[in-house]
C-alpha cells in the first residue's frame, strides 16, 4: 500500500505565504504525477497545481503567479509554494499521487488526508 501525508497548512494573513509539502511512502517503484487539488465550503474539488515526472507543471487559472509547485523525485515529494494568498484560497488542500508500485503494474491514485489553509485578517 503507499500512503500520501500533506504537511504545512495553516492561517496566514492575506498577501502572506505558506508552503505545504507531501510525501508519498510505502510500496512505490515511481510517481508519475503528482499535485495538488482544494475543496472549500460548499464547492467542488478543484485542480489547484500537478507536476509530472519530467518537471512539466500545470496550474489553475486563479493560481498562476502565485503558486509555483515543485518535486523531489528521491524523496517522494512534491511542494506547493503559496504567494500572495488571498481569503479565496481557503480551502482544505489534498495531494494527489499517480503510483505505479510495481514494474509492468497498472498506475493506481492515491490521496492525502488533506490539510486545512485558512487566509484571513
Known amino acids: 500500500q503507499v500512503q500520501v501525508v500533506e504537511s504545512g497548512g495553516g492561517l496566514v494573513q492575506p498577501g502572506g505565504s505558506l508552503r505545504l509539502s507531501c510525501a508519498a511512502s510505502?510500496?512505490?517503484?515511481?510517481?508519475?504525477?503528482m499535485g495538488w487539488y482544494r475543496q472549500a465550503p460548499g464547492k467542488q474539488r478543484e485542480l489547484v497545481a500537478n507536476?509530472?515526472?519530467?518537471?512539466?507543471?500545470n496550474y489553475a487559472d486563479s493560481v498562476k503567479g502565485r503558486f509555483t509547485i515543485s518535486r523531489d523525485n528521491p524523496k517522494n515529494t512534491v511542494y506547493l509554494q503559496m504567494n500572495s494568498l488571498k481569503p479565496e484560497d481557503t480551502a482544505v488542500y489534498y495531494c494527489?499521487?499517480?503510483?505505479?508500485?510495481?514494474?509492468?503494474?497498472?498506475?493506481?491514485?492515491?490521496w492525502g488526508q488533506g490539510t486545512q489553509v485558512t487566509i484571513s485578517s
Open positions: 507536476i509530472i515526472i519530467g518537471g512539466s507543471t
Open positions: 510505502g510500496s512505490i517503484f515511481r510517481i508519475y504525477t
Open positions: 494527489a499521487c499517480n503510483v505505479q508500485q510495481r514494474p509492468a503494474m497498472p498506475v493506481q491514485t492515491y
